[in-house]
């Protein structure tokens, strides 16, 4: 593992079903966000954790839950997916503030059906 | 409310020279960063900007102004894998990342 990685890469999901985005990070940084990016909206932050054993609410948080047991995993959980979910979904990390820039996984496209 | 504006879209020549803006309008200001993004893939890292004035990297270079609320990044020598969107952020006075929608830049030959 080098940087952070997403898994699945993509995925069909049925509505109504539950779902968790894994996200996995080997640079031990201190903080995770996970943000859905829909064309023409931008990167949307849904969930963040300044550290393990905290997390906060973002800008899109309805319907997405995630938890920080550790340092290394930041998953997110949909509870009962629906088709406005359907998205991209960035895993990311940071340390230092996030002033030395946000280090990103390579995405979860997502589609709800 | 927070806000930064880019444009949706713009087009240049190979070998030519872009300048991207981006204002904002945030509750404080602790730095601004510039991303590139291809398509269908991980934002990455260009360049960060805390203080007035211009960063160059490379053929890359990216311009603050704080008192207006304005950056721009430059872009020299235009190659075709330039070709990308663009998305800056600026981290608010809570230390959290708000994100412009980004502009797509389309090089032609």
Redesign the interface.
């Known amino acids: 593992i080098a940087g952070i990685t997403q898994a699945p890469t993509s995925q069909i999901l049925a509505a109504g079903r539950r779902m968790t985005l894994r996200c996995t990070q080997d640079m031990r940084h201190n903080a995770m966000?996970w943000y859905r990016q829909d064309l023409?909206?931008?990167?949307?932050?849904i969930h963040?954790s300044n550290t393990a054993g905290t997390t906060g609410k973002g800008e899109v948080p309805d319907g997405y839950s995630v938890s920080r047991a550790n340092t290394d995993d930041f998953p997110l959980t949909l509870a009962s997916a629906v088709p406005s979910q359907t998205s991209v979904y960035?895993c990311a990390s940071s340390d230092k503030?996030?002033?030395?820039?946000?280090?990103?996984?390579?995405?979860t496209r997502l589609t709800v059906v | 409310g927070q806000n930064i504006d880019q444009p949706?879209e713009m087009t240049a020549t190979e070998g030519a020279i872009v300048q991207i803006n981006c204002t904002y309008q945030t509750s404080g200001f602790?730095?601004l960063?510039w991303y590139q993004q291809h398509a269908g893939?991980?934002?990455?890292?260009l360049s960060?900007n805390?203080l007035d004035g211009l960063e160059e990297k490379g053929r890359f270079s990216s311009f603050l102004s704080r008192s207006k609320g304005y950056s721009y990044l430059l872009l020299k020598e235009l190659q075709m894998k330039d070709s990308a969107s663009y998305?800056c952020?600026v981290?608010d006075s809570n230390?959290?990342?708000i994100?412009?929608?980004?502009t797509k830049l389309i090089i032609k030959p």
């Open positions: 966000y023409g909206l931008g990167l949307r932050l963040y960035f503030g996030g002033s030395y820039g946000y280090t990103f996984g390579s995405g | 949706t602790n730095g960063f893939e991980a934002p990455t890292f960060y805390v998305l952020a981290i230390y959290q990342l994100w412009g929608a980004g």
